[in-house]
């Protein structure tokens, strides 16, 4: 059944059909078709409904230049599909088969130094290269004449993982159209990068390069635009894709997954050309906050998607390329996996079904590993699989917006990373972290937004930080607040404009008049392991000599050269926090300005390794401590899960989970 989108394309539930997808990426091609047959039967048992194919495929499909060779995918597609499982079919174009460097050595992306990335690893396109996307284009558009009336195909995956740079001579002619697209004139250019500093003025196109290796500091407007043409270059190459299996197959969702919290694509402006949102996640089991990060990402992804969306991959055990590579304890893999769910996840998809063999990622696990179907790892994940499958029904589909946004942006987080800044500690992006974390630890559910979005639905508007905030995005938080909403804004929020030049006061007038701030003096970074005294609290990173107009000081330093000076600053329903506070201050700074707004933990009372997820009507509690707890939950409610009636209190094991119906 299909159910159309407002945009008239499809989506994730035209894949779903209101189950949960299991499964994950399937490499028939590493293997001889004999184990297709043991791949297929162990797929069912594990209660395995989809899988994508093809990623890494180009080699195989096309050996050699025009040669198609869909033989093997003619039988992996037939057998997947009369075992029941889904393909969701990869465009094969993040790893050129080597013919196409040797033969066309400008399809290899330079990097700043002028070096060459070779082939003999992955991802080795270069985004500009009128060749490669000429043969990317050519190989999809024979897949989706093939394979876009498959039965078995229910969505299709366009490259993987887009996040190639490029600094070459043809990526040089493609950043000019960019900029001419952008700023029409060498004078507008000469402006917007500042130019007359350090005389950099541009007196011909020709002039005008990516921000390749220089004696010293690049221009940093220049860096910023590289990074947004960069995305803006990749996002190409995905729509030429797209379009071309659209014309092919128009009810069957496209996507592209997604790194998480990943710098070189702005995804605000990726979703808006995705049918379905999907992402890998790959949280670290050894890592304390190895489920905050996954919240994060996961919040993210459902705010972007907004709406239901796709785990593509996470790993059922070790992944290969950190230092030390750990596997999931016995529950971890099924508590992460729920807890994607309750974020709004209808797919639970891992990289890989069958662990490599040979190649870069042999020591990488997948669902069913080395140990083969006696391990422990493919054992969980088949009851996993069988548990979403008796339970996914219930939860397909369903959607919660929060009541919280916090706001990040891809441009401000490039143009706030550059080099030559005032500290170098501060990093946008741990800094959303923090706050985030925060939220978290305060068990207030959030979601994330674009500063530019709508954001009157919302109790409680933070910003971790917006270093570069658009003209149209301060007025938007203007109105936020004037329209009754509370914000809360940290430090290096307002600085720049889109250009990233300093807003005269060096912080945006607006915001100045919002928090209450007279003038703002000077920053005082802190060293790493410096504190700022505050009351009540220490403040890391950094502090801020500011003289506050008709703002309260909420708190003020202690001690030092900020003594007795506001630290943290409120004028009505606008906070102002102009350190990072240590992690128990921040959270329960948080907390109140969250109980001022009227925002409420999802439950009360919880126990601090306990999370709690509302998805629709559904209550998810999860248990991310090792020992059992027991959690209030008033009122009486179906476990979906433990199949039991579960009144006003809920016992959960080592990373237990429970789904309270109602
Ligand atoms: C992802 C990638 C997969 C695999 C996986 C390993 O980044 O899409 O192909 O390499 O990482 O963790």
Same mark, same amino acid.
């Given at each position: 059944?299909?159910?159309?989108?407002?945009?008239? $394309?499809?989506?994730?539930?035209?894949?779903?059909?209101?189950?949960? *997808?299991? @499964?994950?990426?399937?490499?028939?091609?590493?293997?001889?078709?004999?184990?297709?047959?043991?791949?297929?039967? *162990?797929?069912?048992?594990?209660?395995?409904?989809?899988?994508? #194919?093809?990623?890494? =495929?180009?080699?195989?499909?096309?050996?050699?230049?025009? =040669?198609?060779?869909?033989? %093997?995918?003619?039988?992996?597609?037939?057998?997947?599909?009369?075992?029941?499982?889904?393909?969701?079919?990869?465009?094969?174009?993040?790893?050129?088969?080597? %013919?196409?460097?040797?033969?066309?050595?400008?399809?290899?992306?330079?990097?700043?130094?002028?070096?060459?990335?070779?082939?003999?690893?992955?991802?080795?396109?270069?985004?500009?290269?009128?060749? !490669?996307?000429?043969?990317?284009?050519? /190989?999809?558009?024979?897949?989706?004449?093939?394979?876009?009336? $498959?039965?078995?195909?229910?969505? %299709?995956?366009?490259?993987?993982? !887009?996040?190639?740079?490029?600094?070459?001579?043809?990526?040089?002619?493609?950043?000019?159209?960019? #900029?001419?697209?952008?700023?029409?004139?060498?004078?507008?250019?000469?402006?917007?990068?500042?130019t007359a500093f350090w005389s950099q003025g541009y007196g011909d196109w020709a002039e005008v390069l990516p921000p390749r290796r220089a004696h010293y500091l690049n221009n940093p407007t220049q860096v910023l635009d590289f990074k947004r043409y960069t995305s803006d270059m990749l996002l190409e190459c995905y729509v030429a894709e797209r379009d071309i299996v659209r014309r092919y197959s128009p009810h069957v969702p496209v996507t592209t997954n997604f790194m998480p919290m990943w710098a070189g694509q702005d995804a605000w402006r990726w979703v808006q050309e995705e049918d379905v949102v999907s992402v890998d996640l790959y949280p670290d089991p050894r890592d304390p906050f190895g489920a905050q990060h996954g919240a994060l990402v996961q919040d993210m992804t459902r705010s972007q998607a907004r709406g239901p969306w796709m785990l593509m991959e996470q790993a059922a055990g070790p992944?290969? %390329?950190?230092?030390?590579?750990?596997?999931?304890?016995?529950? *971890?893999?099924?508590?992460?996996?729920?807890?994607?769910?309750?974020?709004?996840?209808? =797919?639970?998809?891992?990289?890989?079904?069958?662990?490599?063999?040979?190649?870069?990622?042999?020591?990488?696990?997948?669902?069913?590993?080395?140990?083969?179907?006696?391990?422990?790892? !493919?054992?969980?994940?088949?009851?996993?699989?069988?548990?979403?499958?008796?339970? @996914?029904?219930? /939860?397909?589909?369903? $959607?919660? =917006?929060?009541?919280?946004?916090? #706001? $990040?942006?891809w441009h401000a987080w490039w143009a706030g990373s550059q080099d030559a800044r005032p500290s170098r500690e501060v990093d946008p992006a741990e800094v959303v972290r923090a706050w985030h974390r925060a939220l978290w630890e305060a068990h207030i559910g959030t979601d994330f937004a674009h500063p530019e979005h709508d954001l009157s639905g919302y109790a409680l508007v933070v910003v971790p930080q917006l270093y570069l905030l658009t003209d149209a995005a301060a007025d938007n938080l203007v109105a936020y607040v004037r329209g009754g909403g509370t914000l809360v804004s940290g430090f290096l929020t307002g600085i720049a404009d889109e250009e990233d030049r300093v807003r005269p006061g060096g912080m945006d007038v607006r915001l100045r008049e919002l928090f209450g701030i007279r003038t703002l003096h000077e920053w005082w970074p802190l060293d790493p392991g410096e504190y700022a005294g505050c009351d009540g609290f220490r403040g890391t990173l950094w502090s801020e000599e500011i003289e506050a107009g008709d703002a309260v000081a909420h708190s003020r330093y202690q001690g030092g050269e900020l003594d007795g000076l506001p630290a943290v600053l409120r004028r009505g329903r606008a906070w102002y926090v102009s350190t990072l506070p240590e992690p128990d201050a921040l959270r329960e700074l948080v907390a109140d300005v969250a109980a001022a707004a009227g925002v409420r933990p999802v439950l009360d009372g919880l126990p601090a390794e306990v999370e709690a997820v509302r998805r629709g009507d559904l209550l998810f509690v999860l248990n991310h401590g090792r020992d059992p707890v027991t959690v209030a939950v008033p009122g009486t409610h179906r476990d979906l899960l433990g199949r039991r009636r579960v009144t006003d209190s809920l016992e959960l094991g080592r990373y237990g989970v429970a789904v309270l119906s109602p």
């Open positions: 059944m299909r159910t159309p989108r407002p945009d008239g $394309h499809p989506g994730l539930a035209d894949a779903t059909r209101g189950r949960i *997808l299991f @499964g994950g990426d399937y490499n028939p091609e590493q293997w001889p078709e004999e184990t297709w047959q043991e791949d297929v039967r *162990l797929m069912k048992e594990a209660g395995v409904n989809s899988v994508t #194919l093809g990623v890494f =495929a180009w080699a195989k499909l096309e050996p050699r230049p025009g =040669a198609r060779e869909f033989g %093997w995918l003619d039988r992996v597609m037939a057998l997947l599909h009369g075992n029941g499982v889904g393909v969701v079919l990869a465009t094969p174009t993040s790893s050129p088969p080597p %013919w196409l460097g040797r033969l066309h050595p400008d399809t290899l992306p330079r990097d700043q130094d002028g070096r060459t990335e070779w082939w003999g690893g992955r991802q080795h396109f270069s985004h500009s290269s009128a060749v !490669y996307r000429r043969h990317a284009a050519a /190989i999809t558009e024979d897949l989706a004449a093939r394979y876009g009336d $498959h039965p078995a195909l229910t969505m %299709w995956h366009v490259n993987n993982e !887009y996040c190639t740079y490029d600094w070459g001579d043809e990526a040089a002619g493609t950043f000019r159209r960019w #900029l001419r697209d952008r700023y029409g004139t060498l004078d507008a250019l000469n402006s917007a990068w500042g992944v290969n %390329w950190r230092g030390v590579n750990h596997p999931k304890p016995p529950g *971890l893999n099924r508590l992460w996996s729920f807890q994607a769910v309750a974020r709004g996840a209808d =797919a639970v998809c891992y990289f890989q079904w069958r662990q490599s063999r040979q190649g870069a990622e042999k020591f990488h696990s997948g669902m069913l590993g080395h140990a083969g179907e006696q391990g422990r790892t !493919y054992q969980e994940v088949s009851r996993l699989g069988a548990e979403l499958d008796r339970v @996914g029904g219930e /939860i397909s589909g369903r $959607h919660s =917006a929060c009541e919280v946004a916090v #706001l $990040h942006d």
